[in-house]
């Protein structure tokens, strides 16, 4: 399967897995209001920092080793033992500060927590022996299914009245549905078990003791500006916070299609030659890095306010934190392409130092912020050091790779969405002022899809290389295309 169909179909399921995500959080939050919301999120943000003990950066490892092709089977089998190891070791701890974490949370979620840690530690096992397998497309097909599952569990057990609890065990079944479905195409690739040798542990720890900051750095995005809220502000207020978040990294998900199915290419490529042949796919990645988020953020900034208001009429009030959130997204797409170039180079020690310089100045700025603004400068600081640690990314890569920055493609994207821009602005002033649809979800829709369709019908007049992907991967489409 080439890259780009690869890249489709990841994308293709991320886009059906986050639909699915976006109905069952608007059918959660109408029924059961922000404050439930805030405290499955905290929870879940509370077991993603604890996963990052679990797992030490060794999914990475796994993906890498593996993805190598030598000896799969002994790598495989030692990172599974020592994710599992981690496990009972994290376990124990939650088990013996159970009173903290319950005085934390504000919920009874020890229990929960446990559970959930351990369907998010297997989960990322299957993923990582996936990547590394070249089986990128049935990870890709796993997300729709897993938060299916989840979506399905929760809204059937909220409608048989079980709320807050619910939420927790849903998120759990749906780890398992993809666990299980995972698994059977890894024993598929690995048809046998090998056992490991001291070596294939110690080469797993010399990659992972680099990458587990990069697993630090993935968390610390995604939930420390959750986890520090729950120090100064309200379940109520963090589950507004948590809703603009995930509406935001939506925007995203085409950048972790394009890293996840990049990885074990370039992987493979530098193992044979050196890193300096990877450069064209550099390019690449940053090339489609911004392709949604660019649009994003300007139609973000038109429509936040109507797409909260889909949640229920206390969201909108997270507005502005969800435009400073989609820029966040927008840096960190571009910091995560040139990130796992130097991990897929097998130079996890800059990696490190990128990972560490945003890990630092994202605590910092998230507990000097929030104590002095609040959500906002939650959001905040997630921005402000993803934008530091875009910079470190890119000293390091220009410093290993000779690579030029595709400033004409992100060029053309940006004009196309200024089109994009004064359409979707002309529609929404015309029906603030006249009311021909009156109903908020359909005006979101309506504007969304005629604002993609100039944006992309804008950009394959203004770009050449995006033409020229569009025809290679999708072929029915050539004949309409400009030459």
């Known amino acids: 399967m080439r890259l780009g169909q690869t890249s489709v179909v990841h994308f293709g399921s991320s886009i059906v897995s986050s639909v699915l995500g976006f109905a069952a959080t608007v059918y959660i939050a109408r029924m059961l209001g922000a404050e ?26 796994i993906s890498k080793r593996v993805s190598e092709g030598v000896e799969r089977e002994e790598y495989a089998a030692a990172g599974t033992a020592v994710v599992v190891a981690m496990f009972v070791v994290v376990a124990g701890g939650i088990v013996l500060f159970r ?18 840690l351990l369907v998010v530690l297997l989960n990322s096992l299957i993923n990582a022996l996936l990547v590394g397998l070249h089986q990128v497309h049935v990870s890709g097909v796993l997300s729709p299914l897993r938060t299916g599952g989840r979506a399905v569990t929760q809204i059937a057990l909220i409608a048989a009245g079980i709320s807050t609890a619910g939420l927790f065990i849903g998120h759990a079944v749906g780890l398992l549905l993809g666990i299980v479905i995972g698994a059977y195409y890894v024993v598929r690739e690995l048809p046998s078990v090998s056992l490991p040798e001291r070596r294939h542990f110690e080469r797993l720890g010399d990659f992972a003791k680099f990458s587990w900051l990069g697993g630090l750095q993935s968390q610390m995005f995604s939930y420390t500006d959750v986890v520090v809220l729950g120090f100064f502000v309200s379940s109520g207020l963090i589950g507004v916070y948590a809703v603009a978040w995930n509406v935001a990294q939506f925007l995203i998900l085409f950048s972790g299609t394009i890293r996840t199915t990049l990885f074990p290419e370039m992987s493979a490529i530098s193992a044979a030659e050196e890193p300096q042949a990877v450069a064209r796919i550099v390019e690449q990645s940053l090339s489609f890095g911004g392709l949604l988020l660019i649009p994003g953020l300007f139609g973000g900034a038109l429509l936040g306010e109507r797409i909260l208001r889909i949640y229920g009429p206390e969201f909108p009030k997270g507005t502005a934190v969800f435009t400073v959130l989609i820029v966040a997204n927008l840096f960190m797409g571009y910091q995560n392409q040139l990130l796992n170039t130097l991990n897929a180079v097998d ?10 310089a945003f890990v630092g100045i994202n605590l910092s700025l998230n507990v000097a912020l929030v104590y002095l603004y609040g959500w906002l400068g939650a959001a905040a600081a997630t921005a402000g050091s993803a934008a530091i640690s875009l910079l470190v990314a890119y000293y390091y890569v220009s410093r290993l790779i000779s690579f030029d920055v595709p400033w004409r493609e992100i060029a053309s994207q940006g004009a196309a969405a200024l089109v994009m821009t004064a359409v979707v602005y002309a529609g ?52 309409y295309l400009p030459g």
Do not use: C, M, Q
Request: avoid cysteine.
């Open 428 to 479: 929404l002033t015309v029906e603030n002022t006249y009311d021909l649809l009156n109903h908020n979800f359909a005006t979101v829709l309506v504007l969304v899809a005629a604002g993609a369709t100039v944006y992309f019908v804008g950009l394959l007049g203004l770009s050449t290389e995006f033409r020229t992907t569009v025809r290679r991967n999708l072929p029915p489409l050539g004949p």
């Open 36 to 61: 439930p919301l805030g405290i499955y999120h905290l929870s879940v943000g509370l077991v993603s920092w604890l996963a990052i003990l679990g797992k030490v950066g060794i999914s990475d490892a």
């Open 99 to 116: 009173g903290r974490v319950v005085d934390y949370v504000g919920y009874p979620v020890t229990g929960y927590i446990v559970l959930i």
């Open 347 to 356: 130079r996890p020690d800059l990696a490190f130092r990128v990972n560490g």
